[in-house]
C-alpha cells in the first residue's frame, strides 16, 4: 500500500488564513471546496454546493484524525462563528472603516444590476400615484445610489441618505442628491416632506447593536422617523432588506415589530425578485387609513404556504400576491408588482399546488388502495416509512387544496387557469378557509393522513425558505 501523503491545509477564509490540520493531499481539493460551500451556507449567500457522500466521508475522517477539528460539524459550526467575528460593527466606524474608498468604488461596480431590480420592485410595492412619477422619495441607506438611479429613471426624485462617506462621495460623482446622516438617529428633514421612502440591501444594519443602544431601539426610532418625514400622502415605505440567514425570523420580526410600534399597518414579504431561488425580504409599511377606528394599524397578514416560513401566523411573511390583497383590503397603498412578475408568482403558486396535491393523492392511493384503511396504511411501516413527513403547515394547506380542486386531482394547466387559480392562491394564503368549496366534494373521497407521513419538497418551497 502506498504512504498516503498528508500536508499542512490553511484556506484563506473572511480575510484570514485558517488552518484545517494536516490533512492527506488527496482531500486538500475536497476540504477547500467543504469550506466554500460552508461559507455560502452560513451566508445564505450564492450557489449551494454538493459534495457526494464518498468525498464527504473522506473529508469528515481526514479532519477527525488531523485533530484540528471534529468532523465536518465541527467544521461548520467554526464557519460560522468565523464569520461572525468578522462582521462589521453597525455604528458609524464600523460602517466607514467597512466602506472605505476601494470597497466603494468596487461594489459600485459590481451590483448596478442587482441593486436596481431590488429598488425596482421596492417602488412596485410602495404603491405610489402614477407609480411614482414625480414623487419626492427618501432613499434610507442609499450607498453609492445604486438604488437611486431607478427611482430617479422611473420619474421620481429621489434624495439619498447614508452614513458611509466613501459611498457618498461615489453617489455625488453620479450627480445623486445625498445627505450624510444616520438612519437610526432623528432624521434630518422636515415632517411630512417626503411622499415615500424606500430602502435596499440597508435595514438589516438597523437589527444589530451600536454605539451602546439595543437594536429595537435603533430599528423603532428609524421607523418612526421614517413615518414622521413621509407624511403619509403618497405611498408605503419599503424597506429591502438581507437578514443574516441564521436569524432570518427573529431579524424581520424585529423590523415588524419596530413598524408597528411606530404606528404603520407593516407586513413581511419574501419575493424571487431576480426569478431564481434567491429569496429577498421586505417590509412594507404605510400610514394606516384615517378611516380606520382610532386609525390603528391592521394586523399584518401572515404568510403564504407556497412562498413564505410562518403561514398563518401573525409575523409570519408572506408573498407579494398576499402582500398586495391585503393592502388594498385593508386601504393601504396597494402594491403594483409588474404584470410578468405576477405571471410568475402565479405559475409558482399552481407548481406548488401541484405538487402538494400530487404528494396528497399519492398518499390517499397508498391508504386506500394497497392497504385497508389510512390507519393501517399507518401501521404497515413498510408502506410509507420511505416517504419523509409532511409538516402540520402542508398537511393543513393540502386539506384546504383538496377541497377546493373537488377532491380530485386537476391537470397542472388546469390550476393554471382562473378561476381555479384564484381559489388556489387563496388556499395557499390560508385566506379561504371558512368560503365553500369552488367544486363540490359530495362523493369525493377525502384524503385522511396521519401526521408526519409524506414531505412535499417542492422546488418553489425550497426557493422561498
Ligand atoms: C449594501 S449597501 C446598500 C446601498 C444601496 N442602497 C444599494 O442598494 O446599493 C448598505 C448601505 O447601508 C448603509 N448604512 C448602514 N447603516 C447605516 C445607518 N445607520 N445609517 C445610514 N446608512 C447606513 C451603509 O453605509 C451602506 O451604504
Not at 461548520?76 to 460593527?89: L, S
Not at 422617523?225 to 419599503?238: M, P, S
Not at 394564503?429 to 373521497?445: D, I, N, R
Request: proline share 8%; net charge positive.
Amino acid at each position: 500500500m502506498p504512504q498516503t501523503k498528508r500536508k499542512p491545509l490553511c484556506v484563506d477564509l473572511y480575510g484570514q488564513l485558517r488552518a484545517l490540520g494536516e490533512l492527506p493531499t488527496a482531500v486538500h481539493t475536497d476540504a477547500r471546496t467543504l469550506v466554500t460551500a460552508l461559507a455560502r451556507e452560513a451566508s445564505g449567500r450564492g450557489r449551494p454546493i454538493t459534495l457526494s457522500e464518498d468525498r464527504l466521508d473522506a473529508v469528515d475522517a481526514a479532519l477527525r484524525a488531523a485533530g484540528a477539528f471534529d468532523g465536518v460539524g465541527a467544521l461548520r459550526t467554526a464557519v460560522a462563528g468565523w464569520r461572525r467575528q468578522t462582521r462589521m460593527k453597525a455604528d458609524a466606524d464600523g460602517i466607514n472603516a467597512y466602506y472605505d474608498a476601494e470597497r466603494s468604488d468596487a461594489y459600485t461596480a459590481r451590483l448596478a444590476g442587482p441593486q436596481a431590480a431590488l429598488a425596482g420592485r421596492c417602488l412596485e410595492l410602495a404603491g405610489l400615484p402614477d407609480g411614482g412619477r414625480g414623487s419626492l422619495l427618501l432613499d434610507v441607506g442609499c450607498g453609492s445610489c445604486l438604488s437611486s438611479a431607478p427611482l430617479a429613471a422611473a420619474g421620481s426624485v429621489p434624495v439619498g441618505l447614508d452614513l458611509a462617506r466613501e459611498m457618498l462621495l461615489v453617489a455625488r460623482r453620479s450627480g445623486a442628491e445625498v445627505v450624510h446622516a444616520d438612519m437610526s438617529r432623528p432624521l434630518p428633514f422636515r415632517s411630512g416632506v417626503f411622499d415615500g421612502a424606500v430602502s435596499v440591501s440597508a435595514a438589516q444594519f438597523l437589527c444589530e447593536d451600536a454605539a451602546g443602544e439595543a437594536a429595537p431601539e435603533r430599528a423603532r426610532r428609524c421607523l418612526s422617523e421614517t413615518r414622521r418625514v413621509v407624511g403619509g400622502r403618497g405611498g408605503a415605505a419599503v424597506f429591502q432588506f438581507h437578514p443574516p440567514p441564521e436569524a432570518a425570523q427573529a431579524a424581520a420580526s424585529l423590523l415588524l415589530a419596530a413598524a408597528r410600534h411606530a404606528g404603520l399597518a407593516a407586513a413581511l414579504a419574501v419575493d424571487q425578485t431576480h426569478h431564481t431561488a434567491a429569496v429577498r425580504w421586505y417590509l412594507y409599511a404605510a400610514e394606516p387609513p384615517a378611516a380606520a377606528p382610532h386609525a390603528s394599524a391592521p394586523p399584518p397578514p401572515g404568510g403564504c404556504y407556497a412562498c413564505a416560513p410562518g403561514a398563518g401566523s401573525e409575523g409570519g411573511a408572506c408573498c407579494v400576491l398576499r402582500l398586495a390583497r391585503w393592502a388594498e383590503r385593508h386601504g393601504l397603498p396597494a402594491p403594483q408588482p409588474a404584470e410578468e412578475h405576477v405571471a410568475f408568482l402565479e405559475r409558482e403558486h399552481a407548481r406548488y399546488a401541484h405538487k402538494l396535491l400530487r404528494a396528497w393523492r399519492r398518499l390517499s392511493d397508498a391508504s386506500h388502495g394497497r392497504a385497508a384503511s389510512p390507519t393501517a396504511a399507518q401501521q404497515q411501516p413498510g408502506a410509507l416509512a420511505a416517504l419523509p413527513p409532511l409538516s402540520a403547515d402542508e398537511r393543513e394547506c393540502a386539506e384546504r387544496l383538496w377541497r377546493v380542486v373537488g377532491g380530485a386531482l386537476p391537470r397542472a394547466e388546469d390550476l393554471k387557469a382562473p378561476p381555479l387559480l384564484e381559489r388556489v392562491i387563496d388556499a395557499l394564503h390560508g385566506t379561504a378557509a371558512s368560503e365553500p368549496p369552488a367544486v363540490s366534494t359530495q362523493g369525493a373521497e377525502m384524503p385522511r393522513v396521519g401526521p408526519n407521513i409524506i414531505r412535499v419538497c417542492s422546488g418553489s418551497t425550497k426557493a422561498c425558505r
